[in-house]
């Protein structure tokens, strides 16, 4: 990555979509809107985001994953052995309806506007994940490029339904073992063409430790984590680790939150990294990508042997934060971490699910501008 200065300022990825855009998306899953003009549409929606992040003065550019439905089920169109199954079509399929229909009255938002990737068949890669949108950044911005990706516990726990999984994979373990192959060809594929950051998106760890062993919402389509949370995170931390070996040269970041499909926030959970802490540790990411724009994620923490993306706006709240209000989170970060080792970030994705965005695109550029100016204001005061 070419030389950046201090206080980094990224997204977490996610920006959100624009009407018409939208609109394809749903033509195109119909059948009745080619690839091809899908993509013209997603080129355009790529680029006023690129231009928008470079107005806000933003050093490592997303796409905005305007691509995507959302950042996880995405993956149905690139994998062969998986269908994109709406949380009301689960629902036919799931024998535990009471508890999955318990689940769903947790979300602030409608059944059928949400979309889980389910394993129905041998998984493999048809088509890189993410190598198109890295390409298609690469021509369009000198700039560096973060690519985000979800991460390996979060779509072996997603996919593995069991009552559509099990005639192909006995158990998750046994999924997660082609999960880990299609996520090490897509980092060959993404460091070969220069992928500048690549972060993985885990916010189910969250689950696993603050729900009490039961997930709370429709991101583990397993619905139960297990019965003890250390053996979930050692699982998480194994899978995560197996993809990442032997790529120690490229940037990689994990992202971690409570939620973020809802401006409700009663809906989402609550509590600090403590009991994450010895697990992220040993994860063999540079950067961790935490939420603390919120009170809900606790005070910051120090996190050894890691980068911290410090999420210093809230992408759910209509209130623009100002740059005190970001200078004094930073403040609380540099009594734990260095001046080099901190990014800046919002706490997640403005558009997580392409049809339930947490907030307009105005206020996403006038967050992320906020974010610029209080990090000119602190390399002014900690440049060498």
């Not at 609109?23 to 355009?44: I, N, V, W």
């Not at 997303?62 to 169109?77: I, P, V």
């Not at 490229?250 to 609550?270: A, F, K, M, P, Y």
């Not at 010895?278 to 994620?297: F, G, N, S």
Request: glycine fraction near 6%.
């Amino acid at each position: 990555m070419s030389r950046l200065p201090l206080f980094p300022v990224t997204m977490v990825g996610s920006w959100p979509r624009p009407a018409e855009l939208l609109r394809a998306q749903k033509a195109k899953r119909a059948g009745k809107l080619s690839a091809a003009e899908f993509d013209r549409l997603a080129d355009a929606a790529v680029l006023e985001v690129l231009r928008l992040q470079d107005e806000a003065g933003v050093d490592v550019v997303t796409d905005g994953e305007q691509r995507r439905d959302n950042f996880y089920s995405f993956a149905a169109d690139k994998l062969s052995g998986v269908k994109l199954m709406t949380l009301a079509e689960m629902l036919d399929i799931i024998e535990d309806k009471a508890g999955f229909e318990q689940i769903l009255k947790t979300l602030d938002v409608p059944a059928y506007s949400l979309s889980n990737p389910t394993c129905v068949g041998p998984i493999e890669r048809k088509a890189p994940l993410a190598l198109d949108e890295l390409r298609f950044l690469r021509r369009h911005t000198s700039k560096p490029v973060k690519i985000p990706l979800p991460g390996p516990y979060l779509l072996t726990r997603a996919m593995f339904v069991k009552e559509a999984s099990r005639p192909t994979y006995a158990s998750k373990e046994d999924l997660s073992v082609d999960v880990v192959r299609v996520l090490r060809a897509e980092m060959a594929d993404l460091v070969r063409e220069g992928a500048d950051f690549i972060q993985f998106d885990e916010p189910v760890l969250t689950e696993v430790v603050f729900s009490g062993g039961k997930t709370r919402t429709f991101m583990c389509a397993s619905l139960a984590a297990g019965g003890d949370p250390k053996v979930e995170l050692e699982f998480a931390v194994s899978l995560m680790n197996q993809v990442l070996e032997g790529f120690e040269q490229v940037q990689t970041g994990l992202h971690i939150c409570r939620g973020n499909w809802s401006q409700d926030e009663s809906t989402l959970l609550r509590g600090n990294y403590a009991p994450l802490k010895p697990w992220l540790e040993r994860l063999k990411v540079r950067q961790l990508v935490l939420e603390y724009a919120t009170e809900r994620a606790g005070d910051v923490m120090r996190f050894e042997g890691k980068q911290l993306g410090l999420g210093c706006v809230n992408p759910r709240t209509p209130r623009v934060e100002s740059e005190e209000e970001i200078l004094a989170q930073v403040q609380r970060a540099l009594a734990h971490y260095e001046p080099g080792q901190i990014w800046l970030n919002p706490d997640c994705g403005f558009g997580t699910f392409s049809n339930s965005p947490v907030n307009s695109g105005a206020i996403a550029a006038a967050k992320m501008k906020a974010l610029a100016g209080a990090a000119r204001r602190l390399r002014q005061r900690h440049q060498a």
